[in-house]
């Protein structure tokens, strides 16, 4: 049995000497038996040569292929081990959790469905996935030394070793793995438990795995994603789905969605809706001209997710000396996103030493500039906050509002 770690970097020669390069991914075929069709060689030229494994000859020291070796394209259903694979999320349920893969496990072809090789040497297939901490520790080199050191403190270190049987080939081309025997566990799911995980995919991921829901399903974690990717998904999908996943959603979020959308795709989902929900719809649209600019406050706060609880006391001391409340603490990235959010009371039970996305809610309730009064009041109501983060087109706040500013507002118009 070989890892991929053990292969990555290997130096690559032919059986007369010559000097290649160095292996740095392998091609595979996704399919039932996953055979390893070719080898990726960074060459001596700094150019990526891709061999078959009919050349290969023998797997030592180093990489020995046949001279007399040709180079082969990429072909259908065919991935790529280290970019496809390896370090890839699996949505690991019986966890409840997403994990990552650490190490790809290699063994010979059996020979029942071996095929000879011009060169005689090994025929390769994927056997599965290692997930656990010996994985990691094998690509710095240090499975036996550290792995010694933390079993002799009574620290278990083993390999987590997923199967190939139990992986969903289909997915890999999506850049994910999903584990095909828990696949119908996903239905099995609370709606907010998917969508917590779907949100540490990208968005084409996720469109996938939500193919594997009926419409309703899909519809209820759609509705608990964060509106990023609420958005992101809308923009992609037709007229029709978008309306079928409209009609099953609660109309204040349903609302939310449609303003993010260009008027366009906005009109054309509109027209594919029932006569009742176009009409529902058309209404609360309505009251989406009603500016909420004017009830913003900009006394909020902002700190990133990998502060400490003491470094953002001391930022609420120096920061907020003039504010005349403050409710909560917003974690923005690097790019200025909103990312999580903590309440006062949940900081102060932190020790000063943990950072603050150990315990930061990362699915934040949020409205826009366009968001009509009505539904920013019904959100806090569900929701049971009393501030609620205004953020512009790329997730990036530039205000708070209150609910007593909001309920001020409503009371206005039955003045």
Not at 37 to 60: C, E, M, W, Y
Not at 83 to 91: A, R
Not at 295 to 322: A, C, H, M, N
Request: hydrophobic share 45%; no cysteine; aromatic share 6%.
């Amino acid at each position: 049995m070989l890892y991929l770690s053990e292969l990555n970097g290997k130096r690559v020669v032919t059986d007369n000497g010559t000097k290649l390069g160095r292996l740095t991914d392998l091609v595979f075929l996704a399919a039932d038996q996953p055979m390893v069709t070719k080898l990726v060689v960074l060459g001596r030229d700094k150019q990526a040569h891709t061999i078959p494994t009919r050349f290969l000859k023998s797997i030592n020291r180093v990489i020995t292929i046949a001279a007399h070796f040709e180079e082969a394209g990429i072909v259908e259903n065919e991935l790529f081990v280290n970019v496809n694979l390896q370090d890839q999320q699996i949505i690991d349920v019986s966890g409840n959790k997403v994990v990552r893969v650490n190490d790809v496990v290699l063994q010979d072809k059996p020979a029942r469905i071996a095929t000879q090789s011009v060169a005689g040497g090994p025929q390769l297939l994927v056997a599965g996935v290692d997930i656990g901490l010996l994985g990691i520790l094998r690509w710095f080199g240090a499975d036996e030394t550290i792995g010694k050191l933390l079993r002799n403190l009574n620290i278990a270190v083993t390999s987590r070793f997923l199967s190939w049987a139990d992986i969903q080939p289909l997915e890999l081309t999506r850049g994910t793995v999903v584990m095909k025997q828990e696949s119908q566990k996903l239905k099995k799911l609370l709606p907010e438990d998917l969508a917590d995980h779907l949100e540490q995919m990208n968005v084409e991921n996720v469109q996938h795995i939500l193919e594997l829901l009926s419409e309703p399903q899909a519809a209820e974690v759609i509705e608990n994603l964060n509106i990023s990717f609420q958005s992101s998904l809308f923009k992609q999908f037709y007229p029709k789905k978008a309306a079928n996943i409209i009609e099953r959603i609660d109309p204040d979020e349903a609302i939310d969605i449609l303003l993010t959308l260009q008027e366009k795709k906005r009109t054309d989902i509109m027209a594919e809706l029932s006569r009742e929900k176009k009409a529902e719809l058309t209404r609360l649209l309505k009251f989406a001209k009603t500016p909420i600019g004017d009830l913003i406050t900009s006394e909020f706060l902002t700190v990133s997710p990998e502060d400490t609880v003491q470094k953002i006391k001391s930022i609420i001391k120096t920061k907020t000396r003039d504010f005349s409340t403050l409710h909560s603490v917003y974690a923005v990235n690097k790019t200025g996103q909103l990312v999580g959010v903590a309440n006062l009371h949940e900081l102060l039970q932190q020790d000063n030493d943990t950072l603050l996305y150990r315990f930061m809610i990362p699915s934040v309730v949020i409205i826009h500039l366009e968001t009509p009064v009505e539904i920013a009041i019904k959100k806090m109501l569900k929701y049971k906050v009393d501030t609620l983060p205004v953020v512009d087109e790329r997730k990036q706040p530039i205000g708070i509002v209150t609910f007593d500013d909001l309920a001020g507002e409503m009371l206005k118009k039955f003045a």
